[in-house]
């Protein structure tokens, strides 16, 4: 399989396109009015303690208060508190008003805060610095034995000078030599050392370490040997991620290359319509079946539908196929939307447990390539497919789009003839609270037909009762299920 990279810079976002095989995998954008806070580390101090929740909201100067469950929470304890049987009180982890060092787990989402933890973990290439910690990790990506002995005996060895900082061995650093190792420890060490420095000079509130943004992270994270090659649109932008990779990750600098193309970049390989029809509530499947994706503040739903596949043998065969194709169909979208926490998802009914099986093991299978930490559970008695998503930043949806200003975000709206009985109602309600001469109703177009048509004999009828002229008038600039009763 070939990976790519394509970046479009502009002045106001950065876009990236992570494809394979020429097909839209993922979609990051980051953009300077709003950038991701995530792996940030800032110096807060605790503006509330809430024991019954066991958690403290945290002071970072940010628009909301952030949030930090007590399980987020370094324990720094007595021994007589540390010696107790059950869970530790929140109270004695820390106090209203404390200073206190923490990093962004989570991006601020919706109305939610920022999640914090104060378990510092500084990233580069090949390891992950944990401040706190003890110990060498190894990434439970790398499948070889041995390999993981050999990195883990590696860092020990190149650690021996450090017990008093832990290391995560990353899938990257598979292979690696201990040069390379040593000097991404080294990196680290210095990195952590200047965090150090501007934690004793800064006040509560203040910014201590940003993360990279988003064209040097996918250099430190994304890049893999099966990556062929980066494109990136902007002179500047390549320059920066060359000297990055010339100085930290040498082998991939090759690949980065300078698209000065007149054709947007993004035009390449349809990218610009992929991530349209990702903002869609439906998703066609080539057999002719498609899944309906619903976004909700809870959860998020997907229905498997066969449409116009109707097989060839017989309902069991053709409820297989469709499934195994939407599993495929399931895993990309996950990654495309970037869609996160519980997922629900409703495949079509199958009643031979060893079809049930191949679906199961075919998500799994597709979803194991995710970058995002998944956590997937066996077909339910309801044959439900429950399973979890990790989520650090917004969705696709919730970057791009906003709440619709007719439905509030219900996806639906009142009908026209909801509406028409509404200001029937309204009507009467004022012909009995006041005298008038006449009425003027204003609402949409829609709603004005009606009236004039479907609705004209209840219309004749309100006047001759009212006995009262009822005068209308259509606002285009009205949604669908506004309206005003004017008294005249």
């Known amino acids: 399989m070939r990976d790519e990279i394509l970046i479009n810079v502009s002045s106001q976002e950065v876009r990236a396109a992570l494809l394979r095989s020429e097909v839209l995998q993922e979609v990051l954008i980051e953009r300077s009015s709003r950038r991701g806070v995530v792996s940030n580390i800032y110096k807060g101090r605790v503006s509330r303690v809430l024991p019954g929740m066991q958690a403290a909201f945290v002071e970072l100067g940010l628009e909301r208060t952030a949030f930090l469950h007590a399980s987020d929470i370094t324990p720094n304890l007595s021994d007589e508190v540390s010696d107790r049987q059950g869970p530790v009180n929140i109270r004695e982890l820390i106090k209203n008003g404390e200073e206190v060092l923490v990093q962004v787990l989570k991006d601020p989402l919706g109305t939610k ?39 883990r005996q590696i860092v020990e060895s190149l650690g021996d000078n450090d017990t008093t900082r832990g290391y995560i061995v990353r899938t990257a650093a598979e292979g690696v030599n201990t040069e390379k190792l040593r000097a991404d420890m080294l990196f680290l060490q210095k990195l952590w050392e200047t ?57 991939i600098s090759p690949t980065i290359e300078y698209y000065a193309d007149e054709r947007p970049i993004f035009d390449l390989y349809s990218v610009e319509g992929e991530i349209e029809r990702a903002l869609e ?69 199958m009643f031979e447990d060893e079809h049930r099986e191949q679906v199961f093991q075919k998500l799994s299978g597709e979803l194991s390539g995710d970058h995002v930490k998944t956590q997937i559970m066996n ?42 009985h509404e200001i029937f109602r309204e009507i009467l309600r004022q012909h009995a609270q006041s005298d008038f001469q006449e009425l003027l ?24 009762l009212t006995n009262t002229p009822i005068r209308l008038q259509s606002e285009s600039f009205h949604s669908p299920d506004q309206f005003d009763v004017v008294l005249m």
Request: net charge negative; proline share 4%.
């Open 113 to 151: 805060g920022a999640r914090l933890t104060t378990f510092i973990t500084i990233p580069s290439r090949y390891l992950v610095m944990m401040p706190q910690g003890e110990g060498v990790r190894v990434s439970a990506r790398i499948d070889d034995d041995e390999e993981r002995e050999r990195l």
């Open 195 to 251: 965090i150090e420095e501007s934690i004793a000079q800064s006040q509560p509130g203040e910014l201590i370490y940003e993360d990279l943004p988003l064209a040097l992270r996918l250099l430190r994270d994304l890049l893999s040997s099966e990556m062929e090659r980066v494109r990136v649109d902007s002179e500047l932008t390549f320059n920066e991620m060359k000297d990055f990779a010339d100085r930290f990750v040498p082998h």
């Open 281 to 349: 509530r439906e998703v066609p499947l080539k057999s002719g079946g498609y899944l309906i994706i619903d976004q909700t503040e809870a959860m998020t739903t997907i229905d498997v539908n066969t449409g116009a596949y109707v097989g060839h043998r017989n309902l069991e065969e053709t409820s297989l196929r469709t499934n195994l194709e939407a599993a495929m169909a399931v895993a990309r979208q996950l990654r495309l939307r970037n869609l996160g926490g519980i997922i629900i998802i409703d495949f079509i009914d």
């Open 379 to 420: 077909v339910s008695p309801l044959g439900l497919v429950e399973m979890t998503r990790k989520r650090n930043r917004e969705s696709l949806e919730h970057i791009l789009c906003q709440t619709c200003p007719s439905c509030a975000g219900r996806g639906f709206v009142k009908s026209p003839e909801t509406v028409c």
């Open 441 to 464: 109703v204003l609402a949409g177009p829609e709603v004005v037909e009606r009236l004039l048509d479907e609705e004209c004999a209840s219309m004749d009828e309100l006047g001759k």
